[in-house]
């Protein structure tokens, strides 16, 4: 059993407005899927199947061999993503948003089923079909998941390509895309960032002027270089996506020569990002030791 109620909810809600987003967007505009549910898609399109039956029926197997590799949890959660899936595709037939800019319908398709299997995403469920193979193949041969979601994914469009035609498996692909970019959006959370770690002789008066222009904290770490043995403090920072250039800036004028690294920063929790917006709260900064 899930150990979290909220979960369940969320599974059914993930499920549900995903649907909302196939048949409004996709199907309405005789775009394409990726996937299990692609598949089902062109079978619709082709033999007029309906789409939940056939995703459902695919993915039978599918859920018997996990039962018996990942165990009851994962099966569990799976099957409700898949059962919610099949209904609510069904259900929701009737929400039809028909439109001549394909390209429109193709990034409302890839925001609304996004925001959906998110949702599912967040419980550390899924929806069946290709995570499942995925996931096996991983257990089996170690092969890494995205490789593999993203050959079952090329599969099914090269068939889009033969049998409906090159304009719609490319609009098809826009909504994937999309669709991708809105998962790591819902999954991740909207308070994210950039860390930034800069070498410099002049670390103090970086670290000033990152405290007094953006109010940001800092921390200053003891490292050793490797070739020189020298010790030396580097400074680590976290701030917003728009005060990225800021601090380069800031950092370019106190020291040229500066080595600066950027990377991303996901579910930032802390002083100056969820405990209000404070300026005292901000000032301060850490020395590691």
Not at 53 to 81: D, H, M, S
Not at 141 to 156: E, N, S
């Amino acid at each position: 059993m899930l150990k979290n109620p909220m979960q369940w909810i969320m599974i059914v809600l993930g499920s549900l407005i995903y649907s909302i987003g196939l048949n409004a967007f996709l199907i309405a505009n005789h775009l394409a899927e990726g996937g299990f549910v692609g598949i089902s898609v062109l079978l619709l399109y082709e033999f007029h199947l309906p789409v939940g039956a056939t995703f459902f029926i695919l993915n039978i197997p599918l859920l018997v061999l996990a039962w018996r590799i990942f165990g009851r949890e994962f099966v569990l959660k799976t099957a409700v993503g898949v059962v919610g899936v099949s209904v609510f595709s069904e259900l929701t037939k009737f929400i039809q948003v028909p439109t001549h800019d394909q390209l429109l319908a193709a990034l409302y398709a890839g925001v609304v089923t996004g925001i959906g299997l998110g949702l599912i995403f967040r419980t550390g469920g899924t929806t069946g079909g290709a995570d499942i193979i995925a996931r096996i193949l991983r257990h089996y041969r170690g092969m890494a998941m995205g490789k593999t979601l993203f050959t079952i994914d090329v599969v099914v469009i090269c068939v889009v390509i033969i049998v409906i035609g090159k304009q719609v498996a490319m609009y098809s692909l826009v909504a994937l895309f999309v669709s991708s970019r809105v998962i790591d959006f819902v999954i991740e959370g909207a308070q994210n960032g950039k860390a930034l770690t800069i070498i410099s002789d002049k670390h103090m008066e970086i670290v000033k002027e990152v405290h007094e222009q953006l109010e940001r904290g800092t921390t200053l770490l003891q490292a050793t270089g490797g070739y020189t043995g020298n010790d030396r403090q580097v400074v680590y920072c976290v701030v917003g996506r728009e005060e990225v250039v800021r601090v380069q800036r800031i950092v370019h004028d106190v020291d040229p020569t500066a080595f600066v690294t950027i990377s991303n920063v996901h579910e930032i929790a802390g002083e100056g990002f969820t405990f209000g917006d404070d300026p005292r709260r901000r000032r301060g900064f850490l020395r590691s030791r």
